[in-house]
Each structure stands twice: as C-alpha cells, then as structure tokens.
C-alpha cells in the first residue's frame, strides 16, 4: 500500500515521528502492538524493508515513530514532506485487548512507540491504565506529553535528569505496584528483567520482540523465537507481541 | 499471443517459467494475501527433511550489500508433516508443485521422496544438495560430483516423476557436477543456490550469524548466477532453471536469455512479494516487443559477436 508522508517531525537528534496518510483509500484496521514493513525509497545502501511498529493509527493516519538506527531508519527520518513509501500491512499479532483490572506499559527508548496506541485502546476499553517509561536521558523520552494525556505516567532516566533515576526495573511501580498485567516493550535486555520481575511477582506479561526480520510475513524463517510450546516460531507472523509464558526466558 | 508456457519434461509443464523459489515462499500460502499463486508457473516448497528440524540459533539474518546472508539451517516439521498437514491444504492450487527434498544422508533423500510419491498433485521433486547451512549433508552432496550423482541415481529408483536437482555455486566448476547429475538421471537442474559468506559487526567484533558464515542472496549474486546459467545451459542437455539475485522481469529475462528455460524468484519476495506475478506480465510483454512467440524463442537466445 502507498503512502504520503504528510510531515516529517524531528524528536531530538535521533528520533523523528512520520505522519502518513493512505495515497489512495482509508487505512486498513490495526491493532495496537502490529508492524508495517517499510521499503526505503531510493537508497543505495540497503536492500530489505525495515519492520516499524505502529504508533499510533486511524482510520486516516498512521504514525510511525523512528529511531535512527543505520541507513535505513535514516534515510526515513530525513524524509522530505510530500514523499511516497510503499509500505506493507498490518503485520503480526498485536497485544492482548482482553486484559483488565491494573495495566501498566513499560517502555524503553523508542520501545514507548507500541505502548502510545494501545494505551488509548486500552482506556477506550474501561482499562485502568498506567505508563513506566525509561529512557537514558530526557530527551530520549518520546512523545511524553502524548502518553501523560492518556493515564498516570511515571518515568526513569539512567541520568536522572527527569523522574526517578536509574531503569524501570528500580521503580516501585513496576517492583512493588499493584499490577494485574504487563505490557512491555523496549531493548531485550530490559525486556527480560521486566519479565523476570513479573514471573516473580506472579503477574502475566507480554513483550514485544524485534528480532532481525527480512519478510515480515512468515516466509524466510529468519526472525524466530524459541517458544515452549511450539519450538521455533516466527516473530512477524505470530508476534511480535508474545505472553512470556510462551517464551524460553 | 505469446505462448508461455514451458515443459521442463517428464510432466513437469508450467503455465509460464516463473517459479518461487523454495525457502523464501514457505509453502505459497505465506504469499497468498498478495498474489494469485495460480498465476505462478510452480511452487518450490520449503527445503522437507526426512525429521522434524528447528533449525539454526539466532540470529539467522543480516542485510548485506544488495542482498543478504541467511542461516535458517533448513527448519521445517519433517515430510509426514507435509504429507498430512499441508499437502491437503495446497494440493488444490492451480501451479505447479514442487517439493525440495533435503537429507544428510542418501537415504534420507530416498526416504522423503518415498513418502511424497503417493501425493500425486506433487509434479516434481527439487532434490537440494546445495543448502549451506546445515552440518551434514547438504552443500556437502552437491560439491562432489560422485556424490551428487549418489544422490541422484538412489532418489531416481524411486522418483518417476519429474527430479529436479538444485546446484550450489561453491564449486570450482559448477558445469562438472551438472554434467555427473544429468548422467545419474536428473530431468533438470535450478542454479544457484545460495552463497556461502559471511559478515562481521565490527564494533562487537562478532559474526552476526550464530552460524558464522551463512548463504548470499539478493541481487549482488545475479552477475555470478547468470554466468553459471550461461556454462552450465551449454555444458547439459537437460533444461536449466535459473535463480539467484532476480529482482524484477528484466532479470528474469536476463537468465532465459543466458540459457534457463524457467526462473525461480526468492530473496526479492521479501521485498515485494508481488515481484513473481509483476515478472510474468513483464516476460510476456518483452516476448511481444521481440516477436518471440513461445519460450524457446527466448531460453538462449542471447546474442555473442
């Protein structure tokens, strides 16, 4: 499907939101935690799309929330305005909207950019809400005044330049909160130690995986997961969003 | 009217010459979202091994230059799983099916190819002896002539239908193990598989395939495929299926004209899964420009001073 980039907003140096509209038609249904597979226009350095969680989406927009990351994340972050992409989707599973009682998103980085949408999902559905959002510094934290518009929203910086100092696995929130379920997405490392934090805490927990991909559709078996129940399974087909239980953590 | 449809012999005719290629289509219904599969010529099915395989650790995948390694290591959920499971859903589909048959012993191969022979929509095996990212096996069969036409002459007493064998480019003279399998009774071959490289992330100082080295695709391959096409169509007499690196129909047609009577498309899938069917309107539209009105007016057909 093709794209317009209606704007192109730079969030500090590394990061930049793509606002998009469908060239032709209304925007497919998406749901919270889905990816798109992004071609990269005119780049000579790289050859595969690059999979992008969704950020936030209607049924006119869709946003994209980009880390520059090499090339490719690059050359989308200096996109100019007016710009076409061909972009598949929505790809992948999404988080589970069935979930109720205490719901707190941990995000990581640019990890926030699924947690914006489902977080408003999640409130449209009667979901208690809250956000822990961990950073190293402050202007690595995305899109604050968004998530503070939608629940309560707690942030770490390892500098401590903003909120409590240190990860999100130090906040009371997430060690000692009353929390029915996790959703969680950020870098692995963070992942895995929110995740230790909840089997131990006994609460049900889904992360959101970004292994390295190349179709995004469940084609080339390159992005699998070892899980407990089916062994290797691939990440864009039946995540990227995962229960832990499923996982081999 | 162009005609373009092609018999690759002992009843493996297509409705044109482009396949998908196995290992980048799963088993055609990962692609069935965005394309009609019963346009394509076939369907080479992901690599079948004898038992069930998980496969290769992460990570399996790194982009390259033009292209990019793969060491998924042949996962797949063994031949009785196909044979029960997915045949039944695919045996409907108006394409040819091809199975590829992969083992790391020869009676591994006798043994997958035993199981498919009752599965009678399946009009060819394609038997792998070229994947570079298994520890027996594999690449190790299709490097040595003598045991590449072991391979062959075992799958052949009992594979009456159409054999495919698929090549690895990692030899020295890929001509002289199509001519051994040609003798021991191949119907074809499809070059080439993937090659074997590898990349290093050089801040950690690590390979970034858990195998190490893994298997080259994507277009920085197609110059070295087409030429191995080329030497391989005029060193055999059985047809030649060519793949490696084909991005869109102009590549497609660059390996007819060297030779191929037929072209599998894998890598660029991932890229536009819609790269198969967009080929097939390019072929038949270059054919009419070139006033060629069936595929062997175009297998071959490249020019030299």
């Not at chain 1, 996790?182 to 995740?195: H, N, Q, T």
């Not at chain 1, 089916?230 to 995540?239: H, I």
């Not at chain 2, 290629?21 to 346009?39: H, W």
């Not at chain 2, 190819?113 to 095996?125: F, M």
Request: proline share 5%; net charge neutral; charged share 20%.
């Amino acid at each position: 499907m093709d794209f317009k980039v209606r704007e192109v907003v730079p969030h500090g140096r590394n990061y930049a939101l793509l606002r998009m509209m469908p060239v032709k038609g209304e925007m497919p249904e998406v749901e919270p935690g889905q990816f798109v597979q992004v071609e990269i226009p005119n780049s000579k350095s790289t050859y595969l799309r690059r999979p992008i969680s969704i950020n936030w989406a209607d049924r006119r927009e869709m946003w994209l929330l980009v880390r520059r990351a090499g090339a490719g994340t690059n050359a989308l972050c200096d996109l100019p305005e007016g710009s076409r992409l061909s972009i598949i989707l929505p790809l992948g599973r999404g988080f589970d909207l069935s979930v109720r009682g205490n719901v707190l998103l941990v995000g990581g980085g640019v990890g926030t950019a699924p947690l914006l949408m489902l977080g408003k999902r999640l409130v449209t559905l009667g979901v208690d809400v809250k956000f822990l959002l961990g950073a190293r510094t402050t202007s690595d934290l995305l899109q604050l005044e968004l998530f503070k518009q939608t629940g309560e929203t707690r942030v770490t910086t390892e500098d401590g330049s903003m909120g409590h100092r240190g990860l999100v696995t130090d906040h009371p929130l997430l060690t000692d909160g009353e929390i029915d379920h996790i959703a969680c997405c950020g870098p692995l490392p963070m992942m895995k130690a929110v995740a230790a934090i909840a089997r131990s805490r006994g609460i049900s927990c889904e992360v959101s995986l970004e292994n390295m991909m190349a179709c995004g559709i469940g084609a080339c078996l390159c992005c699998v997961e070892d899980t407990v129940d089916a062994g290797n399974v691939c990440v864009c087909k039946e995540g990227p969003v995962f229960n832990i239980k499923r996982l081999k953590w | 009217m162009v005609d373009l449809s092609v018999d690759l012999g002992n009843g493996l005719r297509m409705k044109n010459p482009v396949m998908l290629a196995s290992g980048t289509c799963g088993y055609g219904e990962e692609l069935a979202d965005f394309i009609d599969l019963s346009s394509l010529g076939g369907i080479s099915v992901k690599g079948t091994t004898l038992h069930a395989r998980q496969g290769n650790a992460s990570p399996r995948m790194v982009e390259t230059p033009s292209g990019m390694l793969n060491a998924v290591g042949l996962q797949n959920k063994g031949v009785d799983y196909f044979v029960e499971n997915i045949y039944p859903r695919i045996a409907s589909l108006d394409t040819s099916l091809v199975v590829n048959v992969s083992g790391s012993s020869v009676d591994d191969y006798v043994a997958v190819c035993d199981r498919l022979r009752p599965l009678d929509r399946i009009a060819a095996v394609e038997i792998n002896i070229s994947c570079p990212n298994v520890k027996q096996g594999g690449m190790s069969f299709g490097t040595d002539p003598s045991m590449a036409a072991a391979v062959v002459v075992a799958a052949r007493q009992i594979w009456s239908r159409h054999l495919m064998v698929k090549l690895t480019p990692n030899v020295t003279d890929i001509t002289l193990i199509a001519r051994a399998v040609e003798e021991a009774g191949a119907d074809s071959v499809s070059l080439t598989n993937t090659f074997l490289g590898m990349a290093i992330d050089v801040e950690r100082q690590r390979p970034y395939l858990s195998t190490i080295t893994g298997g080259l695709s994507g277009a920085a391959i197609r110059p070295i495929a087409v030429r191995m096409v080329w030497q391989v169509s005029q060193a055999v007499r059985i047809p030649v299926v060519g793949l490696g690196g084909i991005t869109c129909g102009r590549d497609a047609v660059e390996f007819l004209l060297a030779g191929a009577s037929a072209v599998q498309i894998g890598t660029a899938n991932f890229i536009d899964p819609t790269t198969s069917v967009k080929a097939i309107a390019y072929i038949e539209d270059y054919m009419e420009r070139h006033n060629m009105a069936d595929m062997s007016a175009i297998t071959g057909a490249m020019k030299t001073p």
